[in-house]
Every structure is written in structure tokens, then in C-alpha cells.
């Protein structure tokens, strides 16, 4: 019957276990069982059932602890063979899995700690103090938009050079040998300068910064959800992408360099809002109010929204993007500021770009608010079978591959089409190709892959009708749809964004040329361009399964709202068809890559799990007045790495679990220990610097590992007090809250740690993240995800 | 020093104390006394000092009960010296003041109560249930963007037709008094129409259905927030409204259509996510899992997208509209809900409007999406003169007036302007009036005062330069701004949005052809209509505030993206400048309403109070097993009115507090006395039909009073069991909370009541809405409003 109780697994940790910044700590995940030997009774306490378990083996034993989840589950319709069948013993390395749940990731804590400390501080600071915050929030938005915009703009005109010089050069040795042959060479020209611009791309992302690997996108929605990727925010990052995107989108790539735009405005403001670069060991001693997660959390959304601004000319739809990706409590300020940061980065975008082309001040002009920044391509065979290709050193070769290979196709599809168009009067086409084509004709093939992927989409949604012939269309959408699918799974900076709208726009035009033909009525619609562009919609949004917020950068690209309808149409019909057979794109990366992703509401079935089933326990807590040995042995213990620990207080029977009065976070103890802030030690030194709030946000968010901070043996008998510094209100639900409620409480204030209590306000267990992102929906019902320290 | 710890007022209850559906309960505010010469030691627990006081009198004794707060103050900034001086009497009759904060209102729920009922039925459903709900939700949505879309499609034709002969009728007549003399004769037809007109909308309003007065938006502003205004979503509403909208549009006064419509919408959508409707005692017995506040709300948001994006043709402004102003947790499945119910509105508008125009399957043509449907007119002083009319024949004879001098002003500014203009090669005016000018040339006043606003404001949008001198539009701006000011105070369905737009766009003009005078320089912008829809968006948004969603419904009904940027810099502007005197006209209307409203966040500088400093107490508390008389004891008691009640588990010394064990509502209560499920009873009729969840749903949601529930006195010492039907899990809080943290987790989850509890899981005080909105940050800091029972 019900295999729901399936538990916990770990494959080896392998020789990392430092805990140190490479490697990941588990988030507080409970489910993980701690044993100490403790000596002494001292405060720690280990609440309910304390078994000794090999951490190496599953904890098959857990299921006795827990008799009535099973009996529970009578009705909750079948669960899959997989999961009934698979072995109990533990997983074998399998890196990226559906059905697991990684245990790598930490989450952030979007619930500010609401200790002592920080309420005098609010306490302290006056209405105007207020009022400056509230100013430098709109200073830091303003200087978000700013930067993204001009970023984007370096993009962009570097692309438009570097790709400018090397279609130039290709161009005149075509030309060349057209007349006296010897083609195979210029297509060895094309192919090598392709590769060797992927190549210094692909070298760089691959050697330097394996984060920087494709769009970013799922990275930013995990970040917004609340799960912490390592180094995603970091300025390294940033840098790599941006030179990364360059050298792909360049080297003829079927990629995008929009998706990677919101990357960078994302890294932007995590770093701007911070007021100092740790990279750089810069602390201009500013905005130091807004070093926590919480605050952090509004300025990336800032960030990811200027970036999808600056990418597609949308400020509207940038808003809507961070709003329907990642945030979930919808505060109005909140939505002006980053409207504004919206704002700002399109202008700047286009004040840069208009100076740039000669045309100051025409900021006005449609023309800037053009089809020109997108990004993506997908089909999951290939994406998977591309995800084991993991070394380096492999990475770069399989990227140089790509990169010839498509210059091969591409030349070899121009080579042999005998698509000949006459050239219209106005040379909008700054890359023609007349090749085997009479005088005043160019090859039509060669308007969609001699060019860079803007460039194309823009020519079939404007060009005017007859400039394709179908079976160019035909061709030229299978092969650039494989292109773009073998494209995706490379280790290069790279959107999504415009290969999908490209082949939609290709067979969305191929469309409007037929159907006449077919339908032998006269068409409504008369101009295959405007079929073209429903077709790029409905691709792009089969893809990313974006509706509302898709909608508004459609047709805020497209400069006519009265696309709107028809676009709104076509998105949903495809959101709705899609999901029927798979989840978005960006869901699916999110999945592989086993993140503990929280959606917006708890599986509908779920009605049965309650607190006590989800949660994990027995809990590790501390006594206000605690140890600092108990402390260090517990944070230094590698195999569970708990981040967060309530703080209770004892009650008379010492083997029942203590009262709840606290919670208080490794990071905070770190800070402590660091300090060394020990009841004795302020008793003799009395007049040592009290500890400030200050001084955690110093630390934050690289907070040391606990194997840096070096405590004496003398120092581990002192104690720490550690009322000062807990949260002394942390949200608590009864243990027979339902899971829905407890996902509603934990989404909605965006939680980390939620303790769960019995009638007397005893600790009996802690809800993390991972708790109840493990509950999902599959095909026959409630599913429970393994946990895996992939 | 700090004289925040003021404390609550009542004015006298005058002679309605019944209670019933007209008189609005108390909603829980416990701050109000109850005191119960209680005979027996019942299970009824007063917990904390329990005093004697006369409801009549102010409660000044309250001071000494919570000594510590007014210590607690000792650094937040001055209180306005108004509220140190305030007498301590009670307040007179004042019936629209911002110092107050109305106790008439009660909350609406928007946390399920997750009762064993309710559990078991969530267990029960299979995941095809559940499959089947979220249909049935969308084929709600689809009903109500349809239903909406119909409704606006009647006003507006109904408003063309009339509006259209009263013109012809008057038009005819002015053109045959204009050769002979006697147009005296005219101007009183003309306002003998008008204020026949009105007359029948304003008697409409006035004494069928009061509450369809003005636009609604702002009721539907605080019932998306939580705050139930009676008989705002009824079926008698929305037709008196519709009636009167027609009329008072029709009948030439200074407003427009569409401000009714979102208030429409939501009536729309209350209805038909019900499946019944009271008013005609019709039950289709369908949708009936939608029957609670929850699920309510969110098919009133949509109705109210459906609504705005019906009235502007602009379905992702509506969502944005709804967003903004309503919701608080952003949930991507409804979002997308609302925008489907949005995009059915637009094209169901477009569909039939486009019949009745005989264009049929028209509907991409920009024509369609046009600049048609707006709202609004402001200016305090005038607004709050008008409030002071209350008698309902006053206020249609003041109605009647308005318009009468309406027709009266339009008449003489066009008679005594000699401001005559070319006619156009097209006759696209429909009412242009030759009047005193020659042959061939038309006035250019009566462009604008005869005709309909919406046709005036294309106008000045389109005209080409030259239309309009500029005496005639400064002459009109002044004149219609009072104009605007005074009908906007009436009792007669009316919006604010086509004033405002009207206003603006005359004074843009106005500015766009003095401007090039001015500064000599050939000007970017030749086009004088640019400067008229620039004005018309920031006269709209310095009244309304909206931001985000009015730049998306500016630039959907203007149809073009590139205004998007001028428009957004032109709100965000009006927004700092007028937030900098004044709140938005919606917000100032609700404050005089003393709706407790909840904002976005706590205020700053509250981080100086805690739960127990806000909370009310002592809270009236049940046991899970209680006496029926002391529950209808309670219940009946009409000076208290509390809506919610802890139920808890006693403690050994009797005298203490109880522990909490769940929360039951008082309707809730008066279901089961209803039922009459009294312990005994269910014992002595064991074939009794077991209460289901359905028996509350059909109550749902006029509950009766209790009143007319009878009790025996036999049935009085009958034992009730409440624990199947109370909710288990209420969100608790400790006492030490700081109120952002309380109000963060009242907001998020849309609370009604947040039990505030002792360290020991002790009921110590309950939490309500009015707790938390009478805290705000006037001038001088953090003041707090008196209750009031106006």
C-alpha cells in the first residue's frame, strides 16, 4: 500500500564534508538524524525518539517511529510502480534526477530574525530615519535600472560589432570564390571563426565560472523562490556571462542573449544593493541597512526586472516577470520601485543606443523599442543526453563542435537553395548574399542564416510578403529546431529566448503562406508577417509557459497593442496544451537539477499529511544560557549541518522537550562564537564593544565555516546567552495543522525554519523547505520525492 | 507625554440594536466590554481583569489595565496636539470623520476555517475533485468576463441611443431658434432633458439602493481588503447601478461609465461563483465549494479585471487594477484565471459592439480597443459640502440641480463663444452645431460641452491642430473642473475616470499649443492631441494614484506602446507630487468612511508596540463542550457583537486562562444552533442527520441573527460539542510580537482574527482587524484613530 513513507537517502558525500563555502550545507533539513554522545546532561536537547543510525545506511527504522502515516494514507489514490519498486537501499550516484530531491541547496530566510538587536535598532531610528530608507531604496532602484541598461547596451553593440566584422569577412571570401570556385574554403573561414569566438566563450564559462552556463533564468526563479544557489549572484558571474553571451551570440550560436541579460540585472542589484563587493574587497560602508535576504530579495527582483526591460524594450512586462517568477507577496511599494528600476534600464538602453547610432534624443521612436533582445531552444532527448557531458575540457570541444556544425549547415542550406528574391528597393538587409543569384537578386536562405537570429526575426515578421518561398521556410525550421536543441544543452551564456521565437516565426510564416492556398478564401489577414509573429509567440510561450507577464513584453516589443488579443490567445491555448504533456522548460531544468522548488500552493490532495507527518524530528534545541562546547560540537557535526535551532526552555520532567522561547540561526551563532561572545568573558572584560547588528551584517552573506572559528578548550566550557540575539517570536503551527496550511503560512511569509509545537508549547519538530517541497502531484496522485545528497 | 493609549468611544447605538442583516455587527473588537452577571462558574472564561463598565461612558478606567504602554513610548516622536486636546467625552455624532475608525464593519474571512468538516471533505475528493474544481473555476471566470462583457455592451449602447436623440432633439431645436431668436427656449429643454434624466437615475439610487451611488471602486477596494461593506455585491445592486449609470451619463452630467463598470464586474462575478442568488431565491445547487470567503474573493477579483478591462478594452490593466488594489498573495493559477475572465470581457464587449455597429469579426481593428471607457471628478472641500446632503428627496433635487445648471453653463459657454472653425472634409462629429457662425464652419465650444465626454476626449486627443483655440479650452478646463467637483458629491451612479481624462486632456491641449509661443523652438511634438492624452494621464493619476496599472490601461486604450514611457513618467510624477499633500481620492474616501482599511505594511515606526499592547482583552472564550444558554447568552449580547471566540481546554486552577484548542465563528454558532446539535439530543435521536459542511455553505452568507433562532429553556441547559466544527489550528502569536510582524502575518493570510497567546499556549488576547488599522503615520509620527460606533 502506500509507499508515501519511502525515507530519507544519501548517497556518499564523497571527500567534501568540509562545510566550507565550496561545499553546500544542508539547509536544517531534520530529516537527517544527529547522534552525539553526549557526557554530560547538558542543555541540548534531543527531542523525541533518539536512535543511533549510520548515516551511510537508509533509515528504514524511521517508519516504525511514524506507524500512523502509513495507516493514514487508505484512500490517497495509488502511487507510482518506480517508487514502490525501487530498492530501499541507497541511490547510486545519479546527478540529476526527477524523483530525487537534492539536500545541497541552502534556502534564504526572507522572514527577518527579529531579535533584540534589531528591534532597538528600529526602535532607535525616527520617523526621517524612515524616510532616508525609504529614499536610498529608490536611489539603489534607480541605479539598478541604470547599470542593466548600460550592460545590455555593451551587449548589444559589441554583438552587433563582432558579428558585423565577421559576416564582412565572410561575405568578401564568398564573393570571391563565387565566380572561380573553392567555396569549401570560405566555408572552413566561417566555420573556424565561429568556433574560435565560442571557443574563448565557452573556455571562459567552462574554466572560470560554471554558473554563468546558459540563460540563468532557472537559477534567478530558484533564487526568488527562495532557494540559495551558490555563487549565482556573485560579480565573477557577471562578468563571465556578459563576455560569455558576447562571444556565443557572435559565433553564430542559435542562441539569444536577452535570457542572460536578466542574469546580470539580477547580479546587478544583489551587488549595488549591498553597497561593497566582496570579489573585490570594496565596502563603501553604504546600504548597509539592506544586508539581509529579505531586503536583498526586493532588490533581485529589481534587478531581474530592469534585465527583462532592458532585453525586450518592456518595462511592464519586466514587473510582470519578477511578479509571476518569483515573488508571492505582492506589496505595492515594492511594485512601484521596481517598475522604476524598469524604467530607468529602457532608458538608459535607449539613450546609449540612440547616441550610439548617431540619433540622440529619438527616444520616442518605435524604432528603439524594437523586436531585437529574446532568447532560448529545447526538446528534452537531446537537453538530457547533453548533460553528461561534464568535464571542461569536453565542454569546450562539444561547444567548438556546435559552433562549426551550424556554420556548416547554415552554408551547406545557402549552398543549395536556389531561392533567388529580387532586391527591393531600400538595401534594409545589411548582410545579402547574391551568390549564385542573378544581378539584383540575393538568396533569400541566406536573410535568415547568414544573420544574426534579431536580425532574422525581425526580417520574417516584417519582410514583405513573397520575400520567402515555403520550402525555405520548411527547411530552414527543422534544421535550425535541431540546431537550437543540440545549442541548448551547451556550457555557454545563452537565452533561450530568440531561437524559439525565430523557428516559431519560420513556421508561424510558412503558415500564413499556405494557408491561402488551402483555404482558397480570401485571407483577413493578407501579410504572412503577422502569422509569423503569432507563431513566435505560440512557440516561445509552449516553452516557457509564461502568460500574463509573455503577453505585455509581446506586445510591448512589438510596439502595437493590438497584437494583444490575438497573442493572449495563442499563449494560452499553448500554456494549456503544454501542460498537458510537461511542464515549462524552466521547470523541468528546475527538477533536473533536484532544487527544492516551492510552488504556489501545496498539492491539492495533500488535505491528509499534517504537521507532525511532514515535519522533521527530534529536533536539536538549545537553552537560552548555553554551553559554547554543546554549541561547536553540534555546528561542527558534518552530517547533519542544521541550520537553524530552537531555543527552548527546560521543563521540570528534563526527558520531556523544553518550552519554546526562540529560534536562532547557525549563521547568527557563527557570528557569536566568532565574537566570542561568553557569559565570563563580558563579566571580566567589561568594557568589551557590545555586539551590534552591524556585525552580522559584516559577515553576511559569506558567513564563515564553523571550522575557521577556533575555540579553546577553557573557552568551551564557558556559556553564551543567547536571548539577545534569538528570534524570540518565530511562527509556530499546532502539530495537527494540515499541510496546505503550513504551505500557505511557510509560502506566504517566505519561511526557512517552522517550529512545530504540541498543546503546551513544546518543540515536538521543524518544518524546512525541503519538508514540503518533497510533496508533489504526479499521474496517480501524491508523490513523495527522495532526498539525495546529490 | 505619549497620548497614543486614547481609548475607545462609542456615540450611542440610537434605537437599531437589533443586530440583524441592517445592522452591522461589531466584529470582534474586543476591545469593547462584554460583562456578564454570569450565575453559575459556566465554561466561559474572562481572562485577565475583569471590570464593570458602562458602555456609555468612555472607557478611561482602560488606562490603568495596560500600564506599561504609555511607559513604553517613552521615544516615539510628538502626537498632534488635536488628539492630546480631544476631550475625553465621548465623541457626538460625527458621521464622516478621518480621526475615527468605524466598529460598523465587519471583516471578511479570507483563511478557511479547516474544521473536521472541512478535512474530511478535502480528504474525500479524489484528485479528479479536484480536477474538476479548478474547471469548474475557469468556466466561473469565462462566465464572468462574459456576463461583464455584456453588461458594458448594454450601457454603452443604451447610453448612445439616449444621449443620441436627447442631442438630435435639442440640436433641432437650437438650429430653428437660432435664425428667429428664443433660444432661451432651447437652453430649458435642453435642461429639462438633463434633469428628467437624472431625476429618474438619482430616485433610482437614492431610494431603492443608496450604495450604487458614486463609482464603488472604493467598496470594492475594501472588500478585496477584508473589510465586508453590506449589500455592496447584490443583485439589486448592480442593476440600480447600471440604471443609474445610464441615466446620469445620458443626462449629461460631468462623469463617465466606467468606474460602475468594475463595480459591475464584481457584483457579476460575486453572483455567479455562488450559484444562487438570495435576491430572487433562486438555487442552481451548482459551485456550491465556492460558498466562503476564500474562494469568493478571488472570482470578485476577477469580476473586477473583467470590469475594468470591459470599461478600457484593456485586459492586462485589469489584472494589474485587480493586483494593485486588491489582492496580497500573488498566486500564479489565479492570476492567469483573471486574466482569462479579463480577455473574455474585452473580446465578448468587442464581439457584440461590433455587431451592433455592423462590422461583425472586426475585432483586431484598433478601432474597437479605443479611448472610450474612463472615469472620475475631484476637490475636497466641495465633496465634503456634499456629504452633508442625506436625505434622499434632497439629494435627488440636488442631482436634478447639478444638471440643470450643467446644461445651463454648456448652453452659455457655447452661445457666447465666437470661437467657429472649418468644417472637415469628413463629417466625423456627429453633433457639430453651426449655431452663429457661417456656413461651412461649426463652434468649436460645443465640441466639447454637447456631446458625450467620451467623444469630447477623443476629440481633444485626435482633432487635428487648430480645432480649439485657446480661450475656449482654458474657459472649459475651469469650468468643467468645477463643474466635475460638484456632481462627483451626488447621489447617482457615476465614475471619475472621463472627468479627469476630459480635464486633463483640455488643459494638455491647452499647454501643447501655448508651449511652441512660448519657447520660439520649433517643437518635437507638433501635435497638440500628444499634449492632451500626456494631460489627461496625469489630471487622472494625481487623482486616482494608480501607477502600474494605469500607465498598462493608458497605453492598451490608447493602443500605442510608444506613449508607454511619457505616460509612466508622467504618473510616476504625479504620484510623488501628490502624495506629498494628499492621499488618493479612493483613499480619502474610505478614511472618511472610517473603513478599516489595512495598508501594505505596518507602519515604520511601530515597531515599539507588541501584540499585547494592540490586542483586545480580555477575550471572551468557550469550552469545547459548552452550555447552549451561555453561548446564545453571549451571542445575543449586543454590546459586545464578537464574531470570533477562541475555545479552550481549561487549566487546573479555574481562574486561569485556558489553553487554546481552536477558534469557532459566530456563524458558525448560530448554524449549529440552528440545527439545534446539542449533545442530548444527538444521544435521544440517534437517526439524526449528522450537520455537513453543506448545511453552512446554504447559509452562506446572510447568516441570521440570532434573534430569530429559538431556544427553549429546556434546550438552554443543553450541552454543544464544538470540536468537530471549530478550527483546529488558528494562527497564533506570543504576547512579546511586534505589531509589523503581527500585521505582516494578518495581511499575508488575510486573517480575521489572530489569537495572541502566554508562553503556556494560554489565551491571552484576540486580534482583529480594527486593532491593527487604527495605527498610522500622520505627520508627526504614529498616531492611533479612535473607535467608533458610527
Given at each position: 500500500m502506500a509507499n508515501i513513507t519511502k525515507k530519507v537517502s544519501w548517497t556518499s558525500r564523497g571527500d567534501?564534508?568540509?562545510?566550507?563555502?565550496?561545499t553546500p550545507l544542508?539547509?536544517?533539513?531534520?530529516?537527517?538524524r544527529y547522534t552525539r554522545q553526549?557526557?554530560?546532561?547538558?542543555?541540548m536537547f534531543h527531542i523525541g525518539r533518539l536512535s543511533t543510525v549510520d548515516?551511510?545506511?537508509?533509515?528504514?527504522?524511521d517508519e516504525e517511529a511514524r506507524p500512523t502515516k502509513s495507516q493514514r494514507y487508505g484512500s490517497v489514490s495509488t502511487y507510482p510502480g518506480s517508487l514502490q519498486d525501487s530498492p530501499k537501499g541507497r541511490p547510486e550516484e545519479?546527478?540529476?534526477?526527477?524523483?530525487l530531491l537534492s539536500l545541497k541547496f541552502e534556502s534564504l530566510d526572507?522572514?527577518?530574525?527579529?531579535n533584540q538587536l534589531f528591534l532597538e535598532e528600529e526602535r532607535r531610528m525616527s520617523y526621517l530615519g524612515f524616510r532616508c530608507l525609504e529614499i536610498s531604496r529608490w536611489v539603489i532602484c534607480g541605479l539598478i535600472g541604470f547599470l542593466t541598461g548600460l550592460i545590455a547596451c555593451c551587449i548589444d553593440i559589441a554583438v552587433e560589432k563582432l558579428a558585423g566584422v565577421k559576416y564582412f569577412v565572410v561575405k568578401q571570401n564568398i564573393e570571391k570564390f563565387?565566380?572561380?570556385?573553392?567555396?569549401s574554403i570560405s566555408l572552413i573561414l566561417w566555420a573556424v571563426l565561429n568556433s574560435s569566438l565560442v571557443m574563448v566563450g565557452a573556455i571562459t564559462v567552462a574554466f572560470i565560472?560554471?554558473?554563468?552556463?546558459?540563460?540563468g533564468i532557472p537559477q534567478i526563479k530558484c533564487y526568488l523562490n527562495g532557494v540559495k544557489i551558490p555563487r549565482v549572484v556573485r560579480l565573477k558571474t557577471l562578468v563571465v556571462k556578459v563576455f560569455g553571451v558576447i562571444c556565443s551570440v557572435a559565433g553564430g550560436?542559435?542562441?539569444?542573449?536577452?535570457g542572460p541579460m536578466i542574469h546580470s540585472g539580477a547580479v546587478v542589484a544583489a551587488g549595488v544593493s549591498q553597497g561593497r563587493s566582496t570579489s573585490l574587497k570594496k565596502?563603501?560602508?553604504?546600504?548597509?541597512?539592506?544586508?539581509?535576504d529579505t531586503e536583498k530579495r526586493d532588490f533581485v527582483s529589481a534587478g531581474a526586472a530592469a534585465g527583462v526591460s532592458a532585453a525586450f524594450g518592456a518595462p511592464v512586462g519586466g514587473v510582470l516577470f519578477s511578479l509571476e517568477e518569483g515573488a508571492s507577496f505582492w506589496n505595492q511599494m515594492l511594485t512601484w520601485r521596481i517598475f522604476f528600476a524598469s524604467m530607468i534600464s529602457t532608458f538608459t538602453l535607449n539613450f546609449f543606443l540612440s547616441i550610439y547610432n548617431n540619433?540622440?534624443?529619438?527616444?520616442?521612436?518605435?524604432g528603439l523599442i524594437n523586436f531585437g533582445r529574446f532568447e532560448r531552444a529545447v526538446s528534452l532527448p537531446v537537453f538530457q543526453g547533453m548533460?553528461?557531458?561534464?568535464r571542461p575540457c569536453l565542454q569546450v570541444m562539444e561547444a567548438m563542435l556546435v559552433a562549426a556544425v551550424t556554420a556548416t549547415v547554415s552554408f551547406s542550406m545557402i549552398y543549395f537553395s536556389n531561392d533567388c528574391q529580387p532586391l527591393g528597393?531600400?538595401?534594409?538587409?545589411?548582410?545579402q548574399l547574391q551568390l549564385f543569384?542573378?544581378?539584383g537578386e540575393y538568396n533569400s536562405m541566406a536573410t535568415t542564416f547568414f544573420n544574426t537570429p534579431e536580425r532574422s526575426v525581425r526580417s520574417l515578421f516584417?519582410?514583405?510578403?513573397?520575400?520567402?518561398n515555403p520550402g525555405t521556410l520548411g527547411m530552414f525550421t527543422v534544421t535550425y529546431f535541431f540546431l537550437a536543441c543540440w545549442t541548448?544543452?551547451?556550457?555557454?551564456?545563452?537565452?533561450v529566448f530568440i531561437p524559439s521565437l525565430l523557428i516559431g516565426a519560420a513556421w508561424g510564416r510558412l503558415f500564413g503562406i499556405l494557408l491561402p492556398t488551402v483555404?482558397?478564401?480570401?485571407?483577413?489577414?493578407?501579410?504572412?508577417g503577422k502569422y509569423a509573429l503569432i507563431g513566435a509567440a505560440a512557440q516561445l510561450g509552449g516553452i516557457v509557459r509564461m502568460t500574463l507577464s509573455l503577453t505585455v513584453i509581446m506586445v510591448e516589443a512589438t510596439?502595437?497593442?493590438?497584437?494583444g488579443l490575438p497573442i493572449m490567445l495563442v499563449l494560452m491555448t499553448a500554456k494549456i496544451v503544454g501542460d498537458y504533456f510537461v511542464e515549462g522548460l524552466y521547470d523541468i531544468h528546475i527538477k533536473l537539477q533536484s532544487v527544492p522548488f516551492l510552488h504556489?500552493?501545496?498539492?491539492?490532495?495533500?488535505?491528509?499529511?499534517?504537521a507532525r507527518e511532514v515535519m522533521g524530528a527530534p529536533v536539536i534545541c538549545f537553552n537560552r544560557l548555553e554551553k559554547v562546547g554543546t554549541i561547536v560540537d553540534i555546528l561542527s557535526n558534518t552530517s547533519t549541518n542544521h541550520n537553524g535551532f530552537p531555543v527552548v526552555v527546560p521543563v521540570a520532567a528534563s526527558d520531556e522537550p523544553g518550552k519554546i522561547c526562540g529560534l536562532i540561526l547557525r549563521s547568527q551563532l557563527i557570528v557569536l562564537l566568532k565574537h566570542k561572545v561568553f557569559v565570563e568573558l563580558a563579566r571580566s572584560r567589561l568594557t568589551q564593544r557590545k555586539l551590534q547588528l552591524k556585525d552580522f551584517r559584516d559577515a553576511y552573506p559569506r558567513f564563515p565555516p564553523i571550522q575557521s572559528i577556533h575555540v579553546s578548550q577553557d573557552e568551551r566550557d564557558c556559556m553564551m546567552d543567547l536571548s539577545e540575539f534569538m528570534n524570540p517570536t518565530p511562527y509556530t503551527v499546532p502539530q495537527e495543522t494540515s499541510l496546505p496550511r503550513v504551505f500557505k503560512l511557510f509560502r506566504a511569509l517566505g519561511l526557512r525554519h517552522l517550529v512545530v509545537v504540541d498543546h503546551d508549547n513544546r518543540v515536538v519538530g521543524l518544518v524546512t523547505r525541503k519538508d514540503l517541497a518533497r510533496y508533489h502531484l504526479g499521474k496517480h496522485g501524491l508523490e513523495e520525492l527522495q532526498l539525495a545528497q546529490t
Open positions: 567534501d564534508a568540509g562545510g566550507g563555502e565550496g544542508l539547509n536544517g533539513s531534520e530529516e537527517v553526549l557526557s554530560g546532561v547538558g542543555g548515516l551511510e545506511e537508509d533509515v528504514t527504522s545519479i546527478p540529476h534526477n526527477e524523483k526572507y522572514d527577518s530574525s527579529e563565387t565566380e572561380v570556385g573553392g567555396l565560472e560554471p554558473i554563468a552556463a546558459g540563460s550560436l542559435a542562441v539569444g542573449k536577452e565596502d563603501f560602508k553604504i546600504f548597509e541597512y539592506f544586508r539581509r540619433k540622440p534624443g529619438d527616444l520616442s521612436s518605435p548533460l553528461y557531458v561534464h528597393p531600400d538595401q534594409s538587409e545589411d548582410y543569384c542573378a544581378d516584417h519582410n514583405p510578403p513573397g520575400s520567402y541548448y544543452g551547451l556550457a555557454v551564456s545563452a537565452g483555404t482558397a478564401s480570401g485571407s483577413i489577414w493578407a501579410d504572412p510596439g502595437n497593442v493590438t497584437y504556489w500552493e501545496a498539492p491539492a490532495t495533500s488535505h491528509w499529511l499534517t
